[in-house]
């Protein structure tokens, strides 16, 4: 043996072994850690009043209380899935949970709206991290296959769970102070952090060329100009401002999509969208922000102005929905291979569609309470709504891996996620803007059922020929 192989082998040998891949603990760990993230996400749907109050935030900037971690996940998820491929997932997997912990702590140290918003947009970003990697993690601990499908359904039951429990905690610590809701979510992302260190192996699917920061800046811009048009909308949708932000929106697109394709390491491979699997995988991701996840942030909130309900209340409420939507979403992977997830999409959205419609008239009176016959139309609506969701959340993940390559899973991951936070950023600026309008909250749950209606249609017709 020569000196320098010597050398090496010491070095070799001197190096941490890193850890195999473990399903088991994969599908465990990246479930908690998106358990955490979604609760995160949803934890001030139920809380928005209080929020509101705490931080004197007028109406009309109520949507950015809400807005701030969408707005941070749309922006982040793409170049988290392209570092992810490049730079090894497991690396920027910590990296998320250990931002989040951090972030979330941040939050409950702010005092004012501006502060509140700029800490989620960063609890967004490292969410989007977590949220980017999972599924790429995922694909590299199982083989294709079965075991594969039924991995990715229960890590869409847990999208579900977490966006379940958030309102659920933020109602039941808020009673004592809603700080406590961010400390505690901090806290659990550390602890996921310190197991998923031990647990995660590394994967990667290098490629040539630097990240593309350029057309990570172009996609933030975009959509923070989108996502302001839309707040200020509410004021005026013919406002000055608002046209010019809209035209912003539509120039900072073009911008981003010319980056794209002359950048060496794109975000997104303007190719996929030739596809029209991935085209399906995208347009179910939006819909679902803009039909299903934009209504039902701001329902809690519905809930306690027309029902004169609590936060906790609001919260066990919103929990029929989400429950359900986690108990579907973990038997819907009994469907796989029996079901095309192209299928069960366009049926979770006719779920949807047909379930909100019930809800009409139930949260338009006047408060002090509700009828029997209310509750006898809103418990069904939202049991049957969260079936819908389940069927949505468990299928989403499979169309969006299996619509790309199988060494972009990340990006294709990335690229649904990013269409899914989009669509539910500009679903809570709009319900917001529309439910105190004349039309009411009427007005909101006809735009929630009619835009799965088109989400239906468009996801049959996209289909492989």
Known sequence: MTQQSAQAGTAAASRPARPPHRPGATLAVTSAATTVAL?????????????????????????????????????????????????????IFLIGTLGLGVTAGLGALTTDTLGFTLARAGQG????????????????????????????????AFVSAGIALGPLLASSLGTVDWRLTY???????????????????ESRAPRTGRPDLAGAAALGLAMTALLTALTLGRDGWLRAPVGLLLLATV?????????????????????????RA???????????????????????????????????DSAWL??????TSF?????????????????????????????????????????????????????PALVV??????????????????????????????ANNTARYLGSSAGVAVTIAVAPTAAGADGAVLLSAGLAVVAVAAVLFLRER
Do not use: C, K
């Not at 996840?293 to 102005?305: A, E, K, N, R, V």
């Not at 919103?318 to 429950?323: C, D, P, V």
């Open 318 to 323: 919103f929990l029929l929905w989400s429950g």
């Open 327 to 379: 108990a579907v979403a973990l038997q819907a992977r009994r469907l796989a291979g029996r079901v095309a997830a192209r299928h069960q999409l366009a049926a979770g959205f006719a779920l949807h569609a047909v379930a909100v419609l019930p809800i009409l008239g139930t949260l338009t009176g006047a408060p002090g309470g509700a009828s029997a016959s209310v509750w006898l139309r809103l418990v």
């Open 39 to 91: 609760m995160n996400y949803t934890a001030p749907m139920a809380a928005l009043p209080a929020l509101s109050t705490a931080f004197s935030t007028p109406p009309a900037a109520q949507a950015w209380l809400l807005n701030g971690a969408p707005l941070g996940l749309a922006v982040v998820l793409l170049v988290a899935g392209s570092l992810a491929d490049d730079f090894g997932r497991r690396r």
């Open 278 to 312: 991935f085209l399906a995988a995208t347009a179910g991701g939006l819909f679902t922000g803009l039909a299903v996840i934009g209504l039902f942030s701001f329902l809690p909130t519905l809930l306690q102005h027309s029902l004169a309900l609590s936060a906790l």
């Open 125 to 156: 970003a490292a969410s989007a991290a977590i949220l980017a990697t999972s599924l790429g993690l995922l694909v590299g601990a199982y083989p294709v296959g079965p075991a594969r499908i039924r991995a990715m359904g229960v890590w869409g």
């Open 385 to 414: 709504a969260g079936a819908g969701s389940g069927l949505i959340n468990a299928a989403l993940p499979r169309l969006a891996v299996g619509s790309v390559p199988p060494d972009r899973a990340a990006m294709g991951s990335g």
């Open 251 to 275: 120039a900072l697109t073009g911008v981003f999509a010319a980056v794209e394709r002359r950048a060496a390491a794109p975000l997104i491979d303007l190719g996929l969208f030739r596809s």
């Open 183 to 201: 400390l505690a979510l901090g806290a659990g992302a550390l602890v996921t952090a310190a197991f998923a260190l031990r647990t995660l192996a």
